[in-house]
């Protein structure tokens, strides 16, 4: 898959590593997991560091739906049947599971809250006016779902308009201000209080983001997009309140990577992403610079990173 932007309405969309298992992943690891459906679904974790994985077979996923809580270090998935079910990485006991309204995508998690949150659709029918038989008419409705992530309890579920949708690895929480940010297809990003349902602020960022993470370290966002020239994609740094670009780093040796499987280390202080041919960069912001590579042997969806006992990004 190419560095290009992909939009999709309401959003249903790889990764590895070394077969040894040391020891266990301890405090201060830096992991990632994500799922493989080579040999049926399963979910990988895998120490960057020491280089263990272990494995757990997972039910039917929904892509963009999966989240990693560091309250308490499990990784979380929306089942095609809408259940939602948060596991432990380690052993693979559940530490909870519940339903859900609908199939959430673009999820996040508050950690200080702990709430879920994201977005779904469904289809509902209305009486076609001009039909003579009683026919209806398909009618596409999305939503903004927020859920205590410890009890299912479903704090809001309202219609929310995504436009003509929203990019697809574009979203993510924002712990200081509070806020659940996405970015429409209108390439305007949405600044939203999860409780209320309420955009407090749109802005205009004039462009389609790529693998967005927030850096909580400075409050601001990380974008990996393509430059004009083969090989090259360009590392970007916005205000996300006011959409200013704050720098733009050329990152050399990049012929593609995955969508949506970024993060950032606020150990190394490094973005994070996953090449075409399976390598984790560790992508200094400020340079440009490759700082780490780490071949992989898995090929994953939807990877989460996380700083063993630290916050998750």
Known sequence: MKCYPVIISLILLALTACEDKPAAPGSGSLVLTGITSAKGSEMVTIDLDSGYVSTIPVNCH?????????????????????????????????????????????????????????????????????????????????YLLTADLKTGEIILDKEFDLGEGVFLCTHFFDPVNKLY????????????????????????IGKPLINVVFNSDDGHLISLTPASEPGICLIEV???????????????????????????????????????????????????????????DYQLDDIRFLRKQAESF
């Open 238 to 296: 916005y205000e996300p309140s006011t959409g200013e670009l704050i720098s733009s780093k050329p990152v050399n040796g990049i012929d593609s990577y995955h969508f949506c499987m970024s993060g950032y280390d606020p150990d190394s202080k490094c973005y994070l992403c996953v090449t075409g041919d399976n390598r984790v960069l560790f992508i200094d912001p400020e340079t440009g610079t490759i700082a780490r590579t780490i071949k992989l």
């Open 62 to 142: 929904i892509l963009s739906s999966t989240v990693y809580d560091p309250n308490t270090c499990g990784y979380g998935y929306v089942s095609c049947d809408t259940l939602f079910t948060l596991v432990d990485t380690e052993d693979g006991d559940i530490i909870r599971s519940f339903r859900l309204p609908g199939l959430i995508s673009s999820a996040v998690v508050d950690p200080g809250n702990n709430l879920l949150i994201g977005t779904y659709g469904e289809y509902k029918y209305i009486d076609d006016p001009d039909s003579t038989n009683g026919a209806t008419l398909p009618v596409y409705h999305t």
């Open 181 to 204: 940010v996405l970015q429409r297809a209108d390439n305007k990003l949405l600044l939203i209080n999860p409780v209320t349902g309420t955009t407090i602020k749109t802005v205009d």
